[in-house]
T-cell receptor, first 113, second 113 residues
């Protein structure tokens, strides 16, 4: 089915471990984004990508790595997880141009112990 | 830079009450404006949008009018239902901002029967 899917939906890990959150979209949207959502902070942009092989930092990039070798995939890696990275992570995709709305995945809830 | 300020929540209403959630923005030029809704346990989804001044976006009984003179995009609904309980996010998108949307902090709405 067309859409944007994230995996895993829930993940528990320990401090210092590497974690990768996957994001896949079937619309061939050029833009893809990773946000984290924390109580009291709303949505904060971690990284974004305008096209395959083009990525850039958002508001809170420290401790995260992204790649985009294919248009449809945009994985987010926490190289050495910390407790402060406990959050709900949302991937989104969108088209360019005026009125370009975002399409969000269902979120990945990450707990770092 | 761009910014969005939303009315602070939480907002609690009785069923069939009138809803207003205020949203004002700061941006140069002519951004597109959006309202997204997030139901419990889900990702955000577009509720409505407006791409130019005086446009009215509407969907599911919700409306918002793009007011450039007051830099506002207030969300309204004449008669809320329990099923409208959710978090509502106001957002803007500038064409020249590499596809990055700017979000407000979200307003939690609870509708009681």
């Amino acid at each position: 089915d067309a859409g944007i899917t994230q995996s895993p939906r829930y993940k528990i890990t320990e401090t210092g471990r590497q974690v990768t959150l996957m994001c896949h979209q079937t619309w061939s949207h050029s833009y893809m984004f990773w946000y984290r959502q924390d109580l009291g902070h709303g949505l904060r942009l971690i990284y974004y990508s305008a096209a395959a092989d083009i990525t850039d930092k958002g508001e809170v990039p420290d401790g995260y790595v992204v790649s985009r070798s294919k248009t449809e995939n945009f994985p987010l890696t926490l190289e050495s997880a910390t407790r402060s990275q406990t959050s709900v992570y949302f991937c989104a995709s969108g088209k360019t141009g005026r009125g370009g709305e975002l399409f969000f995945g269902e979120g990945s809830r990450l707990t770092v112990l | 830079g761009n910014s969005v300020t939303q009315m602070e929540g939480p907002v609690t209403l009785s069923e069939e009450a009138f809803l207003t959630i205020n949203c004002t923005y700061t941006a140069t030029g002519y951004p597109s404006l959006f309202w997204y809704v997030q139901y419990p346990g889900e990702g955000l989804q577009l509720l409505l949008k407006a791409t130019k001044a005086d446009d009215k976006g509407s969907n599911k009984g919700f409306e918002a009018t793009y007011r450039k003179e007051t830099t506002s995009f207030h969300l309204e609904k004449g008669s809320v239902q329990v099923s409208d309980s959710a978090v509502y996010f106001c957002a803007l998108l500038r064409d020249t901002n590499a596809g990055k949307s700017t979000f407000g902090d979200g307003t939690t709405l609870t509708v009681k029967p």
